[in-house]
């Protein structure tokens, strides 16, 4: 098994209302290695979110498993579900989820010092990875000092701040306009992969299969689809002018 691998084997997640079962997702097998980004594509109601809320542990499955570098989340208990989100997971949403009035270092922190970091460790580890997003000259401004773009690269920063083996984002372009939207995804792929992350996108944006290694075309629960940046020709992530590494990219911060 490959360290860092996250694997879905034929997860079902069905509901019921008004008499009515909704087959969210219907029988769907997936992977996403480090280094990878995976996009899930596809309409609203196509099962994408609910595939991210099983990938971070959030849902259960009905049937079928969730793996992710060998263990069964599905089998884990409640207390080992939440060591899994906090260690080896980073979320990043398109509502950012930032803290009001607290300067974008703080924010940025905020996961490394609920585990318990110290804070001038947590501090550093988030100043370093808010550069890496060029938002180095920005760090003590808070998110309403901030455009909509620069709130979600500070999410970003705070989601792999610690390290995370596995990054998932759920519409992370969905409040932006098409430039930042272009800007943050080409981000995203980049640093995924220079961090050794597995990235597993939810989106509806079709700009995804510019960066993505794998696109995943969704449709009422099922995988339809698959397309490979090998397949179409994708461009090199690299973005032009990407800033030079300022931290180790491959371990978060030492724990107390």
């Keep these: 098994m490959t360290a860092g691998r996250l694997e879905l084997r034929d997860a079902v997640k069905h509901y019921t209302g008004a008499g009515e079962v909704v087959r969210a997702v219907d029988g769907v097998s997936l992977t996403a290695q480090r280094g990878e980004m ?38 884990m208990s409640d207390t080992e579900v939440a060591e899994y989100q906090r260690r080896e997971v980073g979320f990043v949403s398109q509502t950012f989820h930032l803290l ?22 947590a501090r550093r580890a988030a ?32 989601a792999l701040a610690n390290g995370p083996s596995l990054l998932l984002t759920d519409e992370p372009t969905g409040s932006l306009d098409s430039a930042r939207g272009a800007e943050v995804l080409a981000l995203l792929a980049r640093l995924g992969h220079e ?5 597993l996108l939810v989106t509806h944006d079709p700009r ?12 009422d629960g099922r995988v339809v689809s698959e397309t490979r940046a090998a397949d179409r020709g994708a461009p090199d992530r690299a973005a032009p002018g990407g800033a030079p590494p300022h931290a180790d990219l491959t371990t978060g911060p030492e724990r107390r």
Excluded: C, M
């Design 127 to 158: 100043t370093a990875w808010l550069e890496r997003v060029g938002l180095g000259e920005r760090l003590h401004h808070t998110p309403e000092q901030l455009s909509g773009g620069e709130r979600q690269r500070v999410a970003i920063a705070r």
């Design 38 to 75: 995976v996009a899930l594509y596809g309409p609203s109601g196509s099962g994408k979110s609910t595939l991210l809320l099983l990938a971070a542990g959030l849902l259960r499955p009905d049937a079928g498993e969730v793996r992710f570098d060998g263990r069964d989340v599905t089998a």
């Design 100 to 121: 009001p009035g607290v300067p974008a270092v703080e924010n940025a922190a905020l996961k490394l010092i609920a585990d318990r970091v110290p804070l001038r460790a």
């Design 208 to 219: 995804a299969a510019d960066v993505a290694d794998r696109v995943l075309t969704l449709r």
């Design 195 to 199: 961090a050794g992350a597995a990235v």
